[in-house]
């Protein structure tokens, strides 16, 4: 479950993927669960800045405590953290919950990684692409546009018909060579088919 007490860890490898280290833990939050949580790497800097969500309630406290509403109760926090030696020690995570704005609500980061961009007018803003479930799901990208110090969030993406009451998550951003965005998200439509 999304809510069963997930702490946030990191590995790495010198060699090209053939060998790993050793899960380190870089946030923890006891019994409250973090998720979801995306990284993006800053080559401007070579920093790598995760953000994540965190459940603020004991995943194992006894019903009703363990379980609330995706869009009920607002008591969700946001928070970033860096690392500056490729993943080897971390910051102290930072609550961003203001920058997000997402008013208590669940925000979704990722799924798992965003990106830097490279080209116009906006080349070296970090992105990471997500959504949030405040009054409703919606997809919409985070970013920052001086090298994860602040966060802010775009427009929520218009949702064409058969979706207009479709939930969407895990959504994936690239960069197009003419600088152009593309998402692709999982959603599910009115008529509960999954595309």
Not at 77 to 91: F, N, P
Not at 99 to 124: K, P, W, Y
């Amino acid at each position: 479950s999304d809510r069963s007490g997930q702490d946030l860890v990191c590995k790495w490898s010198d060699d090209h993927g053939a060998t790993w280290s050793r899960a380190r833990m870089i946030a923890t939050h006891g019994k409250q669960s973090i998720c979801p949580n995306a990284a993006v790497y800053d080559r401007d800097t070579d920093r790598i800045h995760v953000l994540y969500n965190l459940f603020t309630w004991d995943f194992d406290a006894p019903p009703p405590k363990n379980i609330r509403g995706e869009m009920g109760e607002l008591t969700c926090v946001q928070y970033h953290l860096e690392s500056a030696d490729g993943g080897m020690t971390w910051s102290a995570p930072r609550d961003i919950s203001d920058m997000g704005d997402t008013q208590g609500a669940v925000a979704v980061f990722g799924s798992g990684e965003g990106i830097q961009l490279r080209h116009g007018d906006h080349s070296g803003r970090l992105l990471i692409s997500g959504g949030d479930f405040y009054r409703g799901k919606k997809v919409l990208c985070y970013y920052s546009d001086d090298h994860g110090s602040t966060w802010q969030r775009g427009a929520p993406v218009p949702t064409p018909q058969p979706m207009a009451m479709a939930m969407a998550s895990e959504t994936k951003v690239a960069e197009l060579p003419d600088g152009s965005l593309l998402l692709n998200s999982r959603s599910y439509h009115e008529d509960g088919s999954v595309h």
